[in-house]
């Protein structure tokens, strides 16, 4: 509309045609400074790193991914995500809505019951994502999301990275969480084979390891009860558990690319969370998605 206020993504030029390179330079440097042993297996996953810096680098392939969050979220509560203007779009040109919005850290200044609110509906819009709409948007940085303090609402920023998931994969971390909800290890196993760990040979403790690993991941779950985010220092036990797995033990088997992309979107909203000390029934919030006792629309807050 004429006079409309409009936010425009504009690239860099020469961008898309330096993805490969730069990506192989940096392997590269890795390799020399010793930091990954030539025994690793990394390739698909240095493919898969390549074909998704494309991704985001494809504007139009954006602007699609935006457009289909909108159609998820046309009724939801909480949420909020610009508009494409796709006469004003190409591949290397994005142009939206204009959304006001204050950065979401900044919420740590906000009243509990508000920051509880906010990060209580990204780990609600986590689990639709995963077990409702089959795609998520996996990059969680903080400047993708704003929050409107005269609305309540949540802008979400920046769909370049939005990853679509087949029904086998959601269905082993329906399998995963469900499992280490019940403290199960054995069905955690079978689960993360499921996903596509343990495709490659690994010794009894790098798999204890690993188990032990996601034990502490799914903390927030475990128990039936708020996890003090602010509290817990747990991305830096699930760090520290990861590099003594890899430098330590020397387990370099590749997770699958899917399962990496979607980790690090956990990772972020623990971040969030501890960043914002909230204390949160996590469970309470993911149990209907793995029950089946949920859809989008009956779960909103």
């Not at 392997?27 to 010793?34: F, M, P, Q, Y």
């Amino acid at each position: 509309m004429p006079g409309e206020k409009v936010a425009v993504k504009v690239q860099y030029p020469r961008i898309k045609d330096s993805i490969d390179s730069d990506v192989d330079n940096v392997i590269t440097l890795l390799r020399l400074s010793g930091l990954i042993p030539k025994e690793a297996n990394y390739q698909a996953l240095l493919d898969e790193a390549k074909q998704q810096l494309h991704d985001e680098a494809d504007y139009l392939k954006e602007a699609q991914s935006l457009t289909r969050f909108g159609i998820h979220l046309k009724e939801a509560d909480g949420l909020v995500v610009p508009k494409v203007h796709s006469a004003l779009t190409s591949d290397r040109i994005l142009t939206m809505s204009f959304m006001e919005g204050e950065p979401i850290e900044q919420l740590d200044r906000a009243s509990e019951v508000v920051r509880q609110q906010v990060v209580s509906r990204l780990f609600q819009l986590l689990f639709e994502e995963v077990f409702v709409f089959g795609e998520v948007q996996t990059d969680p940085n903080f400047a993708n999301y704003l929050y409107q303090p005269d609305t309540g609402r949540v802008v979400l920023l920046d769909f370049g990275a939005t990853r679509q998931y087949a029904p086998t994969f959601t269905e082993g971390y329906r399998k995963l969480f469900l499992a280490a909800i019940e403290k199960d290890n054995a069905g955690i196993e079978a689960a993360l084979t499921q996903i596509g760990f343990f495709a490659e040979d690994i010794l009894p403790e790098q798999k204890a390891s690993v188990l032990e690993l996601v034990n502490t991941a799914c903390e927030p779950i475990a128990a039936d009860a708020p996890f003090a985010f602010g509290q817990a220092d747990l991305a830096t036990r699930l760090r520290n558990r990861g590099m003594a797995l890899s430098m330590e033990q020397g387990y370099w088997h590749t997770p699958p690319a899917d399962a990496l992309f979607l980790h690090r979107k956990i990772a972020g909203l623990y971040l969030l969370a501890a960043k914002l000390n909230v204390t949160l029934n996590v469970r309470a919030l993911l149990l209907p998605y793995l029950t089946g006792e949920s859809t989008a629309e009956a779960t909103q807050v």
